[in-house]
């Protein structure tokens, strides 16, 4: 029995270096940014898809809720700021979609071919944009049209988050080897 409360013990502490380990990558993701207003480009959205594959939708999810925590208490996490007057601007919506994107990008199964691999990435990353724009709009009053609310908000990024994700299912078969050792 003590055997097995120590291999308990072992695997929570590992789990929470991982997950305290994740949201040091994405923290480091989030000042890793090219300035767009209202919302910067940052490397997050490769950060939380490599999360998903790399560690599964379970400890995934937790690493961006806690990130997202860290962020609220007003540890310097986020792009540009922290705290929840932070939280509450433009960029919130794509956050909140880093926590969907966590777990479709660890649920669904990834060790296939790139190809689908690829489309189950595209998904993932829709619920960022999804959210992130759904709440700009909000944020902006919608003043303006969607149109003009996906001009802003995900038109400028898609090129890059095209070669993200190509990365990302070139090597998923990859780095879904590291949920092995967690």
């Known amino acids: 029995m003590d055997a097995i409360k120590k291999i308990e013990i072992a695997r929570t502490i590992k789990i929470v270096f991982i997950t305290l380990?994740?949201?040091?990558?994405?923290?480091?993701?989030?000042?890793?940014?090219?300035?767009?207003?209202?919302?910067?480009?940052t490397m997050q959205t490769f950060v939380v898809l490599f999360?998903?594959?790399a560690f599964g939708y379970k400890i995934a999810v937790s690493t961006v809720i806690l990130y997202l925590f860290e962020g609220l208490i007003g540890m310097p996490v986020f792009a540009a700021g922290a705290g929840w007057v932070y939280f509450t601007g433009p960029t919130t919506g794509y956050l909140i979609g880093?926590?969907?994107?966590?777990?479709f990008s660890?649920?669904?199964?990834?060790?296939?071919?790139?190809p689908i691999v690829l489309f189950k990435?595209?998904?993932s990353l829709s619920f960022i944009y999804f959210s992130?724009?759904?709440?700009?709009?909000?944020?902006m009053n919608w003043e303006k049209?969607?149109?003009?609310?996906?001009?802003?908000?995900?038109?400028?990024?898609?090129?890059?988050?095209?070669?993200?994700?190509?990365?990302?299912?070139?090597?998923?078969n990859s780095i879904i080897?590291?949920?092995?050792f967690i």
């Open 98 to 103: 880093f926590i969907f994107a966590a777990f």
């Open 21 to 41: 380990l994740g949201t040091i990558l994405l923290a480091i993701s989030a000042k890793t940014k090219i300035p767009f207003y209202p919302v910067p480009m």
């Open 121 to 123: 990435l595209i998904f």
């Open 145 to 172: 049209s969607f149109l003009e609310i996906f001009k802003i908000g995900a038109q400028p990024f898609l090129l890059a988050e095209s070669y993200k994700i190509l990365f990302l299912a070139i090597l998923s």
């Open 132 to 139: 992130g724009l759904i709440w700009l709009g909000f944020f």
């Open 106 to 114: 660890g649920y669904l199964k990834l060790n296939v071919n790139p």
């Open 177 to 180: 080897k590291i949920r092995k």
């Open 51 to 53: 999360l998903g594959i």
